[in-house]
T-cell receptor, first 113, second 113 residues
């Protein structure tokens, strides 16, 4: 069974204090790892797709990296507007899980001014 | 503008009633998904569809039904058999079922009264 575990559950940062969010996954046939941002009462907003170990993607203050077992979302010099829940998901191409998009529980990020 | 439209945004249901949540996309995507989100929990997959006239059960399909008669539309019916239907429901679509990012609608909040 596919599993996606995100840590920490919640993270509080001061503005400008860089940190990382972790996404550990177990999947039989990874066909993509995805990061999303979700604001309260809204649908998730797509951020990044990673396909293979060693791949990196960047967008403004965010950088996503991928290894064979986990992904990190690095946040550099965060601002209060970066406060949100960050979700990680994996797409499985193997066996009975083909086509399923499985999500982690999310990390709630709060950035204080 | 291309995107995914969910309606209504808020829905109230009396116990014992069936309700249908609408999801329409104009992105020409083959794959569509329905997720349920409860406070403190991750997104849980209800149903997904790889192509018109085909759909598969996700992890929590009991008490729900779907149809995929048109590429653009993937309505979800919450039946009276669903014991705890109060939740935030999210619809998503992706170019294909494997390896491509999914884009989400803004969600429907269903409350049983």
């Amino acid at each position: 069974e596919d599993q996606v575990t995100q840590s920490p559950e919640a993270l509080r940062l001061q503005e400008g204090e860089s940190s990382s969010l972790n996404c550990s996954y177990t999947v039989s046939g990874l066909r993509g790892l995805f990061w999303y941002r979700q604001d309260p009462g809204k649908g998730p907003e797509f951020l990044f797709t990673l396909y293979s170990a060693g791949e990196e993607k960047e967008k403004e203050r965010l950088k996503a990296t991928l290894t064979k077992k986990e992904s990190f979302l690095h946040i550099t010099a965060p601002k209060p507007e970066d406060s949100a829940t960050y979700l990680c998901a994996v797409h499985n191409a193997g066996g009975t899980s083909y086509g399923k998009l499985t999500f982690g529980q999310g990390t709630i990020l709060t950035v204080h001014p | 503008d291309g995107g995914i439209t969910q309606s209504p945004k808020y829905l109230f249901r009396k116990e014992g009633q069936n309700v249908t949540l609408s999801c329409e996309q104009n992105l020409n995507h083959d794959a569509m998904y329905w997720y349920r989100q409860d406070p403190g929990q991750g997104l849980r997959l209800i149903y997904y569809s790889q192509i018109v006239n085909d759909f598969q059960k996700g992890d929590i399909a009991e008490g729900y039904s779907v149809s995929r008669e048109k590429k653009e539309s993937f309505p979800l019916t919450v039946t009276s058999a669903q014991k705890n239907p109060t939740a935030f429901y999210l619809c998503a679509s992706s170019v294909r079922v494997s390896g491509t990012e999914a884009f989400f609608g803004q969600g429907t909040r269903l409350t049983v009264v």
